[in-house]
């Protein structure tokens, strides 16, 4: 027997059901973006009494994995047999009731009530319809961080989901199964006193030593005429009161940093500044002279790290809510719980009712003392050896020579913005070529690009994760920095073979164990050695952003005037931002002009934008799907031994 033949006689029964299944399954037309496949599993059986068909689907959830799970069950007397004995396969009926009805072009329509509800909150977050749900969530524009604000969404309705379980069944109709209707793991409790750091807090307190003070998260939001600034002053002393890392503070000691949560204050930090006798140039002058003042004296040392300033403006110039945060406070989901608790608070106080919010999730001292226990279990010790290859040698061009750090003086900032077509392809159909997520098809253009620009076929990223999804403890609901961050080096063979570059950082990125948490608890809660990489490139996929506007603070947006001390270090070269926002992907090249100047990051943005507009093009050219080994975690093979086997089982 040749190789491939002895690795077919050794694959189990299950693993080559597993691939057969996942082939049929999801094998589909280019069409719109949309699955349309009408394959499903029926599951006969005997038994002496009747069965629900829903109490054997909860049976098969610990015995299969999602994808094999039966859409219909029937139920025989007895199975139908040919002479010699086994099954007579062409007497099985299928069943006369289809549990999938099809609308429009080959969108599967919802059937319960839960996949009705999970239809209306996928496309009331993903931005739009029909998705049916047989739609693969990562392959329509899903990511990481709108998978929490589904798992909120869906909480507020009364469907309970954890915040991994979109990763493990990534269409509504898996996830539906999995979905429950109260939440059993609600731990209400108000935090006061000394708590843990987490490693994305120690990661800064590395890195920022001259204006640690000074790094801030902020949101500027048009106020309605109607709203009394007192309503907004309440509401922002219970939301303090209501998450525990609005009060967080820092001290620094001989040892090193601490962390602290204060007990709610009696004074507060809303203050409100009457702007009602000056101009519309004037008015924006003192909100930016103010919003800087603020922002630059910060007291690590005190609990008061989270501000809202309040401009009240005479009529004719829109009121301003400004709200201001040290990042070590809070993330990017954070500031969508917050700016919801809000909204919801200001609308219960306005109607005289007592407030209600959403049932916390697990506490930011709660995470802390959670990781604390896995480093000292060693749950993360055998990631040591992959995060110890993760190796940041290569190098990238420079103009000028200049050592780490660079400041954030010198910062400089280049906007590169695709148009809504392109952007559309990307997020809609590409992902189904190479059955990639979008973070993988922008690395790997910024790979194809790192070859033309630096010569080089490898590079050690820096890159983020959200840092909410790991084991049962949920954090969806929870205020704080979570963020876990981490090196990854990315190589790829051929920079003219599109096909293999994606695939190559494809599975790189799927192999990165843990969506890099562990990186952080090796590094500084175990302080494992030869963990000290610093990657000369940041990327950083933030997915698609949406607006902050409700009906209480009507619009919305980031501040990114003084925000940052001048002074603050970074120990990168360039840094990458990117996200969607209003149907367009906006890159965020950023670099400083200690080591580069304009017209050598101006080069790559423009490498970037053709290989970008290249590799969508590719992908949706491309008439048939391609697979590679972490489509099928199960079955455990190598490239060559699966091109084999869908060679065989085509």
């Known amino acids: ?128 319809s029909p998705i049916g749900v047989r739609d693969n969530f990562f392959e329509i524009g899903g990511d990481s961080i709108l ?98 890392a609005l009060r967080l503070g820092f001290q620094k000691t001989d040892e090193g940093w601490n962390a602290f949560v204060a007990k709610p204050a009696e004074g507060s930090v809303f203050t409100l500044i009457d702007l009602m006798s000056y101009s519309q140039d004037e008015i924006d002058s003192i909100i930016e002279e103010r919003s800087k003042e603020l922002q ?39 500031w969508q719980i917050l700016v919801s608790d809000l909204e919801s608070i ?43 290859r993760q190796t940041c040698l290569e190098s990238i061009p420079t103009d000028l020579h200049s050592a780490l750090p660079v400041y954030e003086k010198s910062i400089k900032t280049i906007v590169l913005q695709i148009d809504s077509a392109a952007t559309e392809n990307l997020l809609r159909k590409s992902n189904e070529t190479y059955h990639t997520k979008t973070e993988e098809l922008l690395i790997s253009a910024l790979m194809l690009s790192f070859e033309k620009w630096a010569k080089t076929m490898s590079i050690c990223l820096g890159l983020e994760r959200h840092g909410r999804k ?36 494809k599975e790189k990125l799927r192999s990165i164990p843990n969506e890099g948490i562990g990186y ?32 209480v603070l009507d619009k919305g947006e980031f501040v990114s005037k003084g925000v940052r001390s001048v002074e603050s270090e970074r120990y990168h070269l360039l840094e990458i931002n990117a996200y969607v926002e209003e149907g367009q992907l906006n890159l965020h090249f950023s670099y400083s002009e200690q080591v580069h100047k304009q017209e050598t990051v101006q080069n790559l943005v423009e490498l970037y934008k053709i290989t970008l507009h290249q590799v969508i093009e590719h992908c949706s050219m491309l008439e048939s799907s391609e697979y590679s080994p972490s489509d099928f975690p199960e079955a455990e093979l190598n490239q060559d031994d699966l091109d084999n086997l869908l060679n065989q089982l085509n």
Request: charged share 20%.
């Open 520 to 551: 952080g608890v090796l590094r500084y809660l175990k302080k494992v050695e030869g963990l000290t990489q610093m990657p000369p490139v940041i990327f950083n996929f933030l997915g698609n952003r949406k607006p902050f506007d409700s009906d």
């Open 296 to 334: 630059s004296n910060l007291d690590l040392s005190k609990a008061g790290l989270f501000h809202a300033l309040f401009f009240k403006c005479r009529q004719g110039n829109r009121n301003k809510l400004l709200l201001i945060a040290h990042h070590l406070l809070v993330d990017n989901i954070s």
């Open 147 to 244: 998978s929490i604000q589904i798992v909120t969404k869906a909480r507020q309705k009364g469907i309970f989901l954890a915040p991994n379980q979109i990763f493990e069944h990534q269409t509504i109709a898996e996830l539906a199964l999995f979905a429950k209707s109260e939440n059993k793991n609600i731990v209400e409790e108000k935090i006061a006193g000394d708590v843990s750091l987490i490693p994305i807090q120690h990661w800064f307190f590395e890195e920022h030593k001259s204006a640690p003070h000074h790094w801030n998260q902020a949101m500027m939001f048009v106020v309605p005429e109607n709203i009394n600034p007192a309503l907004f002053q309440k509401s922002i002393d219970y939301l303090i009161e209501y998450h525990d």
């Open 470 to 505: 790991y084991g049962k403890l949920d954090l969806s609901n929870t205020v704080g920095w979570f963020t876990t961050y981490f090196p990854v080096s990315l190589k790829i063979e051929d920079g003219t073979n599109f096909k293999s570059s994606i695939i190559s950082i």
């Open 1 to 128: 027997m040749s190789g491939f033949q002895e690795r077919i006689k050794q694959l189990t029964k299950q693993q080559k059901l597993l691939l057969a299944k996942q082939i049929a399954a999801e094998n589909s037309f280019k069409g719109g973006g949309q699955s349309n496949s009408n394959q499903s599993i029926v599951a006969y059986f005997i038994a002496d009494e009747p069965v629900e068909a829903n109490d054997l689907r909860e049976g098969l959830k610990d015995k299969l994995p999602e994808y094999m799970i039966p859409s219909k069950f029937v139920q025989l007397d007895e199975l139908p047999r040919l002479p010699n004995g086994k099954i007579d396969m062409k007497a099985l009926k299928l069943p006369m009731e289809e549990t999938s009805i099809i609308f429009n072009k080959g969108v599967f329509a919802p059937q319960t009530e839960v996949e009705i509800q999970l239809v209306q909150i996928w496309e009331e977050v993903l931005g739009f």
């Open 346 to 388: 200001c609308q219960q106080l306005s109607r005289g009712g007592e407030i209600a919010l959403l049932s916390k999730t697990t506490s930011y001292h709660q995470w802390g003392n959670h990781l604390i226990e896995l480093s000292t279990a060693g749950e993360f010790d055998d990631e040591i050896e992959f995060w110890k």
